[in-house]
């Protein structure tokens, strides 16, 4: 059995103004280095092998910051970049819901069938998920993956087996300070994993 420390980085300008940020690449703002000093004092309670993470800010950083703080390597992996969301990127939800009305309510209703205009599936996005995490998950006890809303609800929904929804209501959850999730899974199999419990920063044991 894996331990998989499940970490949200911290805001961005993005994240504040509620622009979807996807795959741009955004540095965390001072309320996310705030964040990402709390998130660090949190898992100094597990015993993490190593951290995967997707290419860019704010993941990249936050990931490094980890590893240093926990002395141990960190893995980049493009297949853990975050979900591509096109021509919405750098948009607000009020400009998405204005210009593109019936895709974004289908988004909202049920992601796993939609395509943003120019973007990638869930789908697309499951497929590269579970690439990144399959020898990483039969090789560590615990490790750490630092990956951006919404990839990051896509990753908890694979590790629990379970279909990814209300991505759109995840997107700016970084700003609710939830950004630490466990989650007990087999190693080889998702579909058999276990659940999985979010932490507040504010809190350093389960």
């Given at each position: 059995?894996?331990?998989?420390?499940?970490?949200?980085?911290?805001?961005?300008?993005?994240?504040?103004?509620?622009?979807?940020?996807?795959?741009?690449?955004?540095?965390?703002?001072?309320?996310?280095?705030?964040?990402?000093?709390?998130?660090?004092?949190?898992?100094?309670?597990?015993?993490?092998?190593?951290?995967?993470?997707?290419?860019?800010?704010?993941?990249?950083?936050?990931?490094?910051?980890?590893?240093?703080?926990?002395?141990?390597?960190?893995?980049?992996?493009?297949?853990?970049?975050?979900?591509?969301?096109?021509?919405?990127?750098?948009?607000?939800?009020?400009?998405?819901?204005?210009?593109?009305?019936?895709?974004?309510?289908?988004?909202?209703?049920?992601?796993?069938?939609?395509?943003?205009?120019?973007?990638?599936?869930?789908?697309?996005?499951?497929?590269?998920?579970?690439?990144?995490?399959?020898?990483?998950?039969?090789?560590?006890?615990?490790?750490?993956?630092?990956?951006?809303?919404?990839?990051?609800?896509?990753?908890?929904?694979?590790?629990?087996?379970?279909?990814?929804?209300?991505?759109?209501?995840?997107?700016?959850?970084?700003?609710?300070?939830?950004?630490?999730?466990?989650i007990e899974t087999t190693g080889t199999d998702p579909d058999r994993s276990g659940c999985g419990e979010e932490l507040p920063i504010e809190s350093?044991?389960?």
């Amino acid at each position: 059995m894996s331990r998989v420390i499940l970490v949200r980085p911290g805001c961005t300008d993005f994240d504040e103004q509620r622009r979807i940020q996807g795959s741009l690449d955004l540095p965390l703002n001072t309320r996310g280095q705030c964040q990402l000093t709390r998130v660090l004092d949190v898992l100094r309670e597990f015993p993490v092998e190593a951290v995967l993470t997707g290419p860019g800010d704010p993941c990249r950083s936050t990931a490094r910051a980890l590893g240093e703080s926990l002395d141990v390597p960190v893995r980049e992996k493009d297949e853990l970049r975050n979900l591509d969301h096109g021509l919405w990127q750098g948009m607000s939800l009020d400009e998405v819901r204005r210009r593109f009305p019936a895709v974004w309510r289908q988004w909202e209703d049920a992601p796993q069938t939609v395509c943003p205009p120019m973007g990638e599936t869930v789908a697309e996005a499951l497929e590269r998920i579970s690439d990144a995490l399959r020898k990483p998950l039969r090789k560590y006890d615990v490790v750490a993956v630092v990956a951006s809303e919404p990839l990051a609800s896509v990753v908890s929904s694979y590790l629990k087996g379970e279909v990814p929804q209300d991505l759109c209501a995840s997107l700016f959850s970084c700003c609710d300070d939830h950004l630490v999730e466990v989650i007990e899974t087999t190693g080889t199999d998702p579909d058999r994993s276990g659940c999985g419990e979010e932490l507040p920063i504010e809190s350093a044991t389960l």
